[in-house]
């Protein structure tokens, strides 16, 4: 037992060697490449964040073409404006205290409303009025974390389309399991986009330094039982005066970001329109608004 020990001790510390030599031996080959100098000290964020968001294998591609332009205005211009929104509404509308918005925020053109739902726009809009402080500060906390280092890895436009995946998978849901409540807040594009890194880390957990792959999945798992326990006490054990949450749009989010966030995250150094994943995941994401909209037409309740 204790030759066991020793030789399961040896192992691991030959692997940590293993990884450190690696790193050692990438960063030499980098200063050889610029004359002796190391090409991206001047990098060091751009370094920090390709340990984060990528494999290891992509990771000296990215920095050789790292920049802040474009810098990341999708995520920044998404926060800013529900922030924006959110003052509107808790300062020029009539509220009683800022923790509970419904006066205001339930007569709002931006809501999803089960009465309205003929008004498309709702359908996205909705993740820009937010029900309370706590709420808001979550979803900006959360979006702006990790938002803003996948922006400059994968820069605004792909951002941009899993944000937007979770924010109409995430109405579209709500429509179906709970289509009676209306719906606020931007949980839907902030759970695709942990969704899309959470299996990105998943599937590149050896190559994404295994260390930091088990403090970020941790981190994410942390996150997310603990808001969807949140969600669902509030849906189902929320006081009869008080304004029940849909899980639904958390779940729907999150699983835009496992199909189309994974496939669009996974495809830095790769067209992204000539990877069949990707295809395939748009196909059923297709499927499902096609039937969430027939749905809506023809079945909801709320007809």
Same mark, same amino acid.
Request: with cysteine; charged share 20%; net charge neutral.
């Given at each position: ?163 937007? $995946? &979770?924010?109409?998978? @995430?109405?579209?849901?709500? +429509?179906? /399991? #709970? ?76 699983? $835009? &970001?496992?199909?189309? @966030?994974?496939?669009?995250? +996974?495809? /830095? #150094? ?34």
């Amino acid at each position: 037992m204790a030759a066991d020990r020793d030789l399961e001790i040896e192992d691991v510390t030959l692997h940590l060697d293993g990884d450190m030599k690696g790193e050692l031996e990438e960063e030499k080959e980098m200063r050889e490449d610029g004359g002796g100098k190391d090409p991206f000290k001047n990098k060091k964020v751009h370094r920090v964040v390709s340990k984060w968001m990528l494999p290891e294998k992509v990771r000296r591609t990215y920095l050789e073409r790292a920049n802040c332009l474009p810098p990341p205005v999708f995520i920044i211009s998404i926060s800013i404006a529900e922030l924006a929104v959110f003052i509107y509404y808790a300062v020029w509308k009539p509220q009683k205290q800022w923790i509970t918005l419904d006066t205001g925020i339930l007569e709002s053109p931006f809501i999803y409303s089960p009465e309205k739902r003929e008004e498309a726009w709702r359908f996205i809009s909705y993740m820009l009025v937010h029900a309370g402080v706590q709420h808001i500060l979550g979803n900006l906390v959360m979006q702006l974390m990790l938002g803003i280092p996948l922006e400059m890895v994968h820069k605004g436009l792909r951002v941009g389309l899993v944000y937007l $995946a &979770g924010v109409i998978a @995430g109405s579209l849901a709500s +429509s179906i /399991f #709970d289509p009676l409540r209306y719906l606020v807040g931007a949980s839907g594009g902030v759970y695709a986009l942990m969704g899309g890194y959470f299996m990105n880390v998943l599937v590149n957990f050896r190559e994404m330094i295994p260390a930091f792959g088990i403090v970020r999945l941790l981190i994410i798992i942390l996150i997310i039982v603990s808001d969807m326990g949140f969600a669902l006490y509030r849906r189902f054990f929320v006081p009869a005066n008080g304004s029940p949450v849909s899980f639904a749009a958390h779940i729907a989010g999150g699983f $835009a &970001g496992m199909s189309i @966030g994974y496939t669009v995250f +996974s495809c /830095f #150094d790769k067209a992204l329109l000539k990877d069949p994943r990707f295809w395939i995941a748009i196909a059923a994401y297709s499927a499902c608004v096609l039937f969430a909209v027939f749905f809506n037409i023809f079945l909801s309740p709320a007809n």
